[in-house]
């Protein structure tokens, strides 16, 4: 009796405390701890926590009842009996924090002789890890050793203070189930297995936490100095004191200036005031952030060093993905920033929330490259997630630039020289209903000069936020890891490594290939919102205006032909209808109405229409495939399957080339068949008797076709300026530059032709990046003098597959051109 009224006892104090505790706690579960454990009734289940701390099972058992798992202070269910289901995977002292001898829980001594013995069928051993606050050690800050959650001592005085200073913000993760069952299967031995259960969880427990709490973060001047000692940084300042003629003091010293430009000063503290404010800026500013496919970051978090690849659209880039991080209890990155942002202020809360800062170009100076490689190499190294922009900077146009190959070079040198730390990159897209640089952006998109950044723009922020911005999506791609993209590109380059200042003859050329890797996979995690999708129909119309009943349906088309045939598993799609995307973008201010007798009609005006290029060039990419398919159906009524794919195949690498799509040659067929199925399971194509043929054109399905075709003519027509400026002139007689500056020349004046309001159109890079595919498929040759050599090829892609996609009006009219201008 006595033994039932302690137990009772016992629980009602336990539960009085809970009660206690959560007055002023609050705590919330990292992911989902229900796909992850799927309680059943017969299964026996043990939590397990890293260490004895009784506001931590407190929180367990609140969050265990808050998800309708079993709770840790009841049996363990099944066939196991036990008072409670939970242990510890060690013991502390109470007060001086010192480890307990008792290094073994007699609960799991128990449950593991169990399961050997075949007493119960199986145990599932839970480990679970609770987070009082996020903020990693720092050296010289001996008080939050007392009340944050780090990484080394503590006791019941540090978790006193934890709990009134950080109970408000209590993180809970739940880990994999480890069946006890899989383990003893393996004969391994009752010590063996004990151990093994040991080492698997002290291992699952060391990789939680750092990928929440982050690393060990050492005081930044220790850092600093430590850059000073990397074998390239000593070297780089032998060379600076012997080509500067100055003393090897003098050198160290401006080198260390160098670390202090470039170095981040990272402070929890800044990051939780930037939690705070950023909290109210996306509620003010936003309706909301979506963000999608997270588990492929809290999957790969553990013991990976992880870098954030993400497009670059605005600046609040930088703050975003650091805030979602945050608030989903993963570690904020170190953030490479241009040295244009370490303006008054605004630098210094950048410097203290991740970023640290590069200048634009190394060029000429190597002991700056030097010590930027070795600051680099240290965060690699211990392990801070990093991110950097690989577009180099913001995109102007809408749709990913070109990438930079600098950081990513930088990243393979250094884990050529270590590669004890697993790198994965994880591909980020950021989409934004409306941009918050929307009307800087439209200058520079008319043809103005970048504006140059400056402190006085956070007031043209504030001033902005009256108008409405709908949402933002954030959504991460699939998992590049590093490893296995070496293994495909050089499979021999781990009996290379080693060398710190190791440079392969490959590295240029697999850092290319993984830039543009990189660019696709970005691309395939895009997020089609409504305002991508109304400005990527409006803009496909001759007159930009449409009646509301045909805008409606063809949003539904194009959604539904997405949704029919995706991009990819991970791209997001509007859950409304057209009908609800035309209120939506008409409610934001971002295109007009206009009523007569016979209905309603939306229009843009001239500046709309140039700034929704900008969001229609997000999205180019998701339809460039079925609107190629749907461009051979403009002047051809009927075509075989075959003939589909050896066009669409003739002009594919170039598309790919520019939009950085997904699919390689060998995938090609099967995808070009599977987009005319989608075409045809729409309506916009029909097939009988072996052949594809295009709707009636008087019929409802060919004005949607066309409307698709349109989205990728003015790329074509871009492909076949440049291929007949080329054809018009001599061969060999023009350069890689003399023909740039004739394409734009050519652009602007079909712009002014044929009305063409797109100023992309004429954008010197896309003819630059162009000419560059042509290059790489060995169409276009460059001799010695640099001038430009051209195969019999270029031929057929100018005028057999042209003249199946564009307009004899456009043909001619750039033919015409082109003779003038040779």
């Known amino acids: 009796m006595s033994s039932a009224n302690s137990s009772l006892f016992s629980r009602l104090r336990f539960g009085l405390m809970r009660r206690l505790l959560y007055l002023w706690a609050r705590s919330e579960s990292i992911g989902d701890p229900l796909a992850k454990i799927a309680p059943s009734g017969d299964q026996s289940i043990l939590y397990v926590l890293p260490g004895r701390s009784f506001s931590d099972l407190l929180v367990l058992d609140h969050e265990c009842t808050r998800l309708g798992l079993p709770r840790p202070t009841l049996e363990p269910g099944g066939t196991l009996e036990e008072e409670a289901s939970f242990f510890h995977l060690t013991n502390e002292l109470a007060w001086s924090g010192r480890p307990d001898p008792r290094q073994r829980s007699p609960r799991l001594l128990r449950a593991l002789t169990a399961v050997e013995l075949r007493v119960t069928p199986d145990v599932k051993v839970v480990p679970v890890s609770v987070f009082w606050g996020q903020s990693p050690d720092v050296e010289s800050s001996p008080l939050k050793l007392l009340f944050a959650h780090n990484w080394g001592v503590g006791g019941k005085l540090r978790k006193s203070l934890a709990i009134m200073l950080h109970g408000r913000k209590i993180r809970v993760s739940f880990g994999q189930p480890l069946s006890l069952r899989q383990l003893t299967d393996e004969n391994l031995g009752h010590d063996r ?72 000063d990272f402070t929890y503290t800044i990051i939780r005031f930037l939690e705070i404010v950023l909290s109210w800026f996306w509620n003010k500013l936003y309706d909301g952030i979506k963000v999608n496919n997270l588990d492929n970051v809290q999957d790969i978090a553990r013991g990976k060093e992880i870098i954030y690849v993400p497009c670059h659209r605005s600046h609040i880039d930088y703050l975003l993905l650091s805030y979602l991080l945050f608030r989903h209890s993963l570690t904020p990155p170190h953030i490479a920033a241009g040295i244009n942002l370490d303006m008054p202020v605004i630098g210094s809360i950048l410097r203290r929330g991740g970023a640290f800062f590069m200048r634009r170009s190394f060029r000429g100076n190597q002991l700056y490259t030097a010590v930027f490689n070795e600051y680099l190499h240290t965060l690699f190294s211990r392990g801070f997630p990093v991110e950097y922009f690989i577009e180099g900077g913001r995109s102007r146009t809408g749709r990913l630039l070109d990438p930079k190959t600098g950081m990513l070079a930088i990243t393979l040198r250094s884990y050529l020289r270590s590669s004890r730390r697993p790198i994965v990159f994880m591909p980020v897209y950021i989409g934004y209903e409306r ?28 001033s ?31 009996s290379q490594a080693g060398a710190p200042e190791y440079k392969p003859e490959w590295l240029s050329e697999t850092t290319r290939q993984l830039a543009r890797t990189l660019g696709a996979s970005i691309n395939a995690a895009a997020d089609a919102n409504p305002v991508n999708l109304v400005a990527l129909v409006m803009l496909s119309t001759r007159r930009l205006a449409l009646d509301e009943a045909t805008l409606a349906r063809t949003l539904d088309t194009f959604t539904g032909l997405l949704g029919d045939v995706p991009y990819s598993a991970n791209i997001t799609l509007p859950s409304i209808s057209g009908a609800e995307q035309i209120r939506h973008v008409e ?81 090609l067929p099967q995808v070009i068949s599977e987009q005319v199925d989608g075409l045809i399971g729409r309506g916009l194509l029909h097939e009988d008797n072996g052949q594809i043929h295009r709707p009636d ?119 015409q051109v082109a003779r003038s201008a040779g």
């Open 464 to 494: 902005a936020l009256k108008l409405q911005f709908g949402q933002v999506a954030v959504n991460f791609g699939e998992p590049l890891a590093l490893n296995d993209f070496l293994d495909r590109q050089q499979p021999d380059w781990r």
């Open 697 to 815: 054109t008087a019929s409802g399905e060919f004005v949607l076709l066309t409307l698709l075709a349109r989205s990728i003519i003015p790329m074509l027509e871009r492909f076949y300026m440049v291929a007949a400026l080329l054809l018009n002139n001599p061969n060999g007689s023009l350069d890689a530059e003399q023909l740039e500056a004739l394409c734009t020349v050519m652009a602007q004046r079909l712009s002014i032709l044929h009305g063409l309001n797109a100023p992309e159109f004429f954008d010197k890079t896309l003819f630059r990046q162009f000419i560059q595919r042509l290059r790489d498929t060995e169409v276009l040759s460059t001799d010695e003098q640099g001038r430009l050599h051209y195969q019999p090829e270029l031929e057929d892609i100018a005028e057999n597959t042209a003249k199946r996609v564009l307009s004899a009006e456009i043909r001619l009219s750039i033919r």
């Open 193 to 264: 297995n004990l151990r093994k259960i040991h080492r698997l969880l002290r291992v699952h427990f060391r990789e939680q936490r750092g990928a929440v709490v982050g690393p060990d973060l050492s005081h930044r001047r220790t850092l600093l100095k430590g850059l000073m000692h990397g074998p390239l940084v000593r070297e780089a300042i032998e060379r600076e004191a012997a080509e500067q003629n100055i003393s090897l003091e003098r050198a160290r010293g401006r080198a260390a200036r160098y670390a202090d430009e470039i170095a981040s």
């Open 587 to 667: 409610a934001m201010g971002m295109i007009d109405r206009q009523s007569d007798a016979l209905g309603e009609i939306l229009y843009l005006d001239e500046p709309q229409a140039v700034l929704m290029t900008w969001y229609r060039n997000n999205i180019l990419h998701l339809v460039a495939l079925p609107a190629l398919v749907a461009s051979l159906f403009l002047n051809n009524a009927r075509m075989k399957r075959e003939q589909i794919e050896r066009l669409v195949s003739a002009l594919y690498p170039y598309l790919q080339g520019e939009l950085f799509l997904r699919w390689d040659e060998t995938e």
């Open 435 to 462: 941009v918050l640089e929307g009307r800087t952006y439209l200058g520079e998109l008319r043809g103005k000069a970048k504006k140059k950044e400056s402190f006085f723009d956070i007031f043209r922020v504030l």
